[in-house]
């Protein structure tokens, strides 16, 4: 059964640190890794998405990696502002039930002023 | 384009009682999927769907029911419900056949049972 972990659980730093959250997963067999935002009360916003076949993905001031053989994917935060303050979670593709993700229980982030 | 939308937003309900959370998308994505999050638990998968007419279950699906009727609407149904269920439940939609692609989700529905 695959399992995801996701460390550390809560993590504040100043603003402007570039800054790395980190996702573990315990089957290398994946179609696909996947990082979301998720803010107080909200649902959750996409922010990457890399398919088994690809290192990483980047969109902005956000990097993603992925190394399967590990069983790791890492978030690369640069230059953090107040609002990214929010939930980060992953979640690893599979077909465990038909097609579907498996989420990590995710990484609160506080990026003070 | 609204994307995926649930209804209600938030619902309070007494044990043994009954309720249908509606989700649609207007994204004619084939897959849909009905989850729940819980503190410290993340999100699991509670049914899913890979098609109109089509329904599945997931990793914690007892308790509850779903109908895929049309292909851009998922419902999830609670026939009597616990305690146990209250959680914030989210619906999510995604599109391809051979992969796992990109899910879009839904702001999420609070459910509390007294």
């Known amino acids: 059964k695959q399992e995801v972990t996701q460390i550390p659980a809560a993590l504040s730093v100043p603003e402007g640190e570039n800054l790395v959250l980190n996702c573990s997963f315990t089957d290398s067999a994946i179609y696909n890794l996947q990082w979301f935002r998720q803010d107080p009360g909200k649902g959750l916003t996409s922010l990457l998405l890399?398919?088994?076949?690809?290192r990483e993905q980047t969109s902005g001031r956000l990097n993603a990696s992925l190394d399967k053989s590990s069983g790791r994917s890492t978030l690369y935060i640069a230059a953090s502002q107040p609002g990214d303050s929010a939930t980060y979670l992953c979640a690893v593709g599979g077909r465990i039930y038909g097609q579907n993700f498996v989420f990590g229980p995710g990484t609160r982030l506080s990026v003070l002023p | 384009n609204a994307g995926v939308t649930q209804t209600p937003k938030f619902r309070v309900l007494k044990t043994g009682q009954s309720m249908t959370l509606l989700c649609a998308q207007d994204m004619n994505h084939e897959y849909m999927y009905w989850y729940r999050q819980d503190p410290g638990m993340g999100l699991r998968l509670i049914h899913y769907?890979?098609?109109?007419?089509?329904?599945a279950k997931g990793e914690v699906p007892d308790g509850y029911n779903v109908s895929r009727l049309k292909k851009q609407n998922f419902l999830l149904g609670l026939e009597s419900a616990a305690p146990s269920q209250t959680s914030v439940y989210f619906c999510?939609?995604?599109?391809?056949?051979?992969?796992?692609?990109?899910?879009?989700f839904g702001p999420g529905t609070r459910l509390t049972v007294t």
């Open positions: 999510a939609s995604s599109y391809d056949e051979a992969a796992p692609y990109e899910q879009y």
């Open positions: 890399i398919q088994s076949s690809q």
């Open positions: 769907s890979v098609g109109e007419g089509t329904t």
